[in-house]
């Protein structure tokens, strides 16, 4: 029987582009009296990688990698993950809070290969489910180093942690009290244990991720006095002892005042326990949610101000309520890895749909970036074969899959030059992507490759057809 291409295709491949193809400029789009600006990376210097850089074939490089090159040879979509970037990102939360306990949320990426980036940065980690706390142990990560979180964690998930030894589990409901208890008089060990509590803060961010508040479906509430009532179980355990008290409020936050507001709660809590039970609260987590620039002209975090902010409120809450100041700890994962990564694409179909307005097509969507869909999440883009060309024409980012929802990006400033088989890059991918891929319509899940110093490696390989049968059973 003769063999059809379908036979030896493992693989989504990136193509060279027909010879005869429909580019951009061909559909008539009006374009606008103002050219932007040909500097596409200053533009986006805060949302790209450290190592963005522009060759002299005039492609985008990242980690001293061609991204052109790096789509022929790992395919698209392809996540690139810079790893100086990572490092950077790191080190400069680290010096911002010297005196911290500074825990990566890997809820945003996780692998084994960053495990071990995480651990020789020395951070710790906070791990959201089994799965997560699977990983890092199965990359050897010390379990001492580890927070366990969830709002409604299994018996085996709560057994393994314990008695894998993690540093910290948080509660998150008065029944975790005894099932956390028991878990640890079982394995004969005494376990730290956090309160996550529900400060009553709504931070100016989605809706979807506010934690914070009195609605949540997290955290212990303090208005009831459940967060009391819990530190006082905690208490008259034999097995376990009260470390600190949680609160993460939300994500993709960028102004000091919730976070500030959550400090004064958190004392009020502390200074409860304290009068109540006698209890000296020793670690007050804040939890993560800093925000990141994703599109041309988001500004960044001033880190070091929010830092002497949050340091100064820690003091000042401390004297006020007459209390040693406790460690500070906090978990952020976006602010980390968020920037760290691009996704690259190559284009396919541009369709346009009005006089003034058309759909640039890509070969990924909503399966390996639900964000947009979700949370209508903004990103920004480029064409990282045509840096130096200027971007002419606003349209429409679509992705592949079967959804009207499936736009990854919306006006988003191209040249007019863009056509099949050009690279599409889009920056600032690294937090709840990968992490929140799936296999919607079947489609294989991308690579993840680490480029440094002009070599790239591959840290979590791409999924194949066969991956997607490999569960399935015989009828």
Same mark, same amino acid.
């Given at each position: 029987?003769?063999?059809?291409?379908?036979?030896?295709?493992?693989?989504?491949?990136?193509?060279?582009?027909?010879?005869?193809?429909?580019?951009?400029?061909?559909?008539?789009?009006?374009?606008?009296?103002?050219?932007?600006?040909?500097?596409?990376?200053?533009?986006?210097?805060?949302?790209?990688?450290?190592?963005?850089?522009?060759?002299?074939?005039?492609?985008?490089?990242?980690?001293?990698?061609?991204?052109?090159?790096?789509?022929?040879?790992?395919?698209?979509?392809?996540?690139?993950?810079?790893?100086?970037?990572?490092?950077?990102?790191?080190?400069?939360?680290?010096?911002?809070?010297?005196?911290?306990?500074?825990?990566?949320?890997?809820?945003?990426?996780?692998?084994?290969?960053?495990?071990?980036?995480?651990?020789?940065?020395?951070?710790?980690?906070?791990?959201?489910?089994?799965?997560?706390?699977?990983?890092?142990?199965?990359?050897?990560?010390?379990?001492?180093?580890?927070?366990?979180?969830?709002?409604?964690?299994?018996?085996?998930?709560?057994?393994?942690?314990?008695?894998?030894?993690?540093?910290?589990?948080?509660?998150?409901?008065?029944?975790?009290?005894?099932?956390?208890?028991?878990?640890?008089?079982?394995?004969?060990?005494?376990?730290?244990?956090?309160?996550?509590?529900?400060?009553?803060?709504?931070?100016?961010?989605?809706?979807?991720?506010?934690?914070?508040?009195?609605?949540?479906?997290?955290?212990?509430?303090?208005?009831?006095?459940?967060?009391?009532?819990?530190?006082?179980?905690?208490?008259?355990?034999?097995?376990?002892?009260?470390?600190?008290?949680?609160?993460?409020?939300?994500?993709?936050?960028?102004?000091?005042?919730?976070?500030?507001? !959550?400090?004064?709660?958190?004392?009020?809590?502390?200074?409860?326990?304290?009068? !109540?039970?006698?209890?000296?609260?020793?670690?007050?987590?804040?939890?993560?949610?800093?925000?990141?620039?994703?599109?041309?002209?988001?500004?960044?975090?001033?880190?070091?101000?929010?830092?002497?902010?949050?340091?100064?409120?820690?003091?000042?809450?401390?004297?006020?309520?007459?209390?040693?100041?406790?460690?500070?700890?906090?978990?952020?994962?976006?602010?980390?890895?968020?920037?760290?990564?691009?996704?690259?694409?190559?284009?396919?179909?541009?369709?346009?749909?009005?006089?003034?307005?058309?759909?640039?097509?890509?070969?990924?969507?909503?399966?390996?970036?639900?964000?947009?869909?979700?949370?209508?999440?903004?990103?920004?883009?480029?064409?990282?074969?045509?840096?130096?060309?200027?971007?002419?024409?606003?349209?429409?980012?679509?992705?592949?899959?079967?959804?009207?929802?499936?736009?990854?990006?919306?006006?988003?400033?191209?040249?007019?030059?863009?056509?099949?088989?050009?690279?599409?890059?889009?920056?600032?991918?690294?937090?709840?992507?990968?992490?929140?891929?799936?296999?919607?319509?079947?489609?294989?899940?991308?690579?993840?490759?680490?480029?440094?110093?002009?070599?790239?490696?591959?840290?979590?390989?791409?999924?194949?057809?066969?991956?997607?049968?490999?569960?399935?059973?015989?009828?």
């Amino acid at each position: 029987m003769d063999r059809t291409p379908w036979d030896d295709l493992s693989r989504e491949e990136h193509k060279e582009p027909p010879t005869e193809i429909l580019r951009l400029e061909d559909l008539g789009l009006p374009k606008p009296t103002k050219v932007e600006t040909q500097d596409q990376l200053a533009d986006l210097k805060d949302v790209l990688p450290v190592t963005a850089e522009l060759n002299g074939l005039g492609h985008l490089t990242i980690g001293g990698c061609d991204t052109v090159d790096l789509a022929r040879e790992f395919g698209t979509p392809v996540l690139v993950f810079c790893e100086q970037t990572f490092r950077a990102r790191v080190r400069a939360f680290k010096s911002a809070f010297p005196e911290a306990t500074v825990y990566y949320a890997a809820k945003a990426f996780l692998s084994r290969a960053l495990c071990r980036l995480v651990d020789q940065e020395g951070l710790f980690m906070d791990v959201s489910t089994g799965g997560e706390l699977h990983v890092a142990l199965s990359a050897d990560f010390p379990p001492e180093r580890l927070i366990l979180h969830g709002n409604n964690k299994l018996d085996r998930e709560i057994s393994r942690a314990v008695e894998a030894g993690v540093g910290r589990i948080a509660i998150d409901n008065l029944e975790e009290v005894g099932r956390v208890a028991a878990a640890a008089t079982h394995a004969g060990v005494l376990q730290p244990v956090v309160l996550r509590v529900a400060p009553g803060v709504r931070p100016d961010t989605h809706r979807h991720i506010q934690t914070g508040h009195q609605a949540s479906k997290f955290g212990l509430d303090m208005l009831s006095g459940a967060a009391l009532e819990a530190a006082r179980r905690v208490q008259v355990s034999e097995s376990l002892i009260l470390a600190g008290i949680h609160a993460h409020i939300g994500s993709n936050i960028f102004s000091f005042e919730p976070f500030t507001r !959550t400090i004064e709660v958190l004392f009020d809590l502390a200074s409860e326990i304290r009068s !109540t039970l006698g209890l000296e609260i020793g670690e007050i987590n804040l939890g993560g949610g800093f925000g990141i620039p994703y599109v041309a002209g988001d500004q960044p975090i001033k880190l070091n101000m929010m830092a002497d902010l949050l340091t100064a409120s820690v003091r000042a809450s401390a004297h006020n309520h007459a209390m040693e100041t406790p460690r500070m700890c906090f978990e952020p994962g976006r602010f980390l890895i968020g920037n760290a990564m691009v996704t690259l694409y190559t284009v396919g179909v541009i369709k346009r749909t009005s006089p003034v307005h058309a759909y640039v097509s890509v070969d990924g969507g909503m399966s390996d970036n639900i964000r947009p869909a979700l949370y209508q999440a903004e990103y920004d883009a480029l064409v990282a074969n045509k840096v130096t060309e200027p971007r002419a024409n606003s349209v429409t980012l679509a992705g592949m899959h079967c959804e009207s929802g499936d736009l990854l990006a919306t006006h988003v400033t191209v040249p007019a030059s863009v056509s099949r088989g050009d690279i599409i890059a889009v920056p600032a991918t690294g937090a709840y992507t990968y992490s929140m891929a799936s296999n919607y319509n079947k489609k294989p899940r991308p690579a993840v490759v680490t480029v440094s110093g002009g070599s790239a490696r591959v840290m979590v390989r791409a999924e194949t057809l066969d991956d997607l049968i490999r569960l399935d059973q015989p009828l």
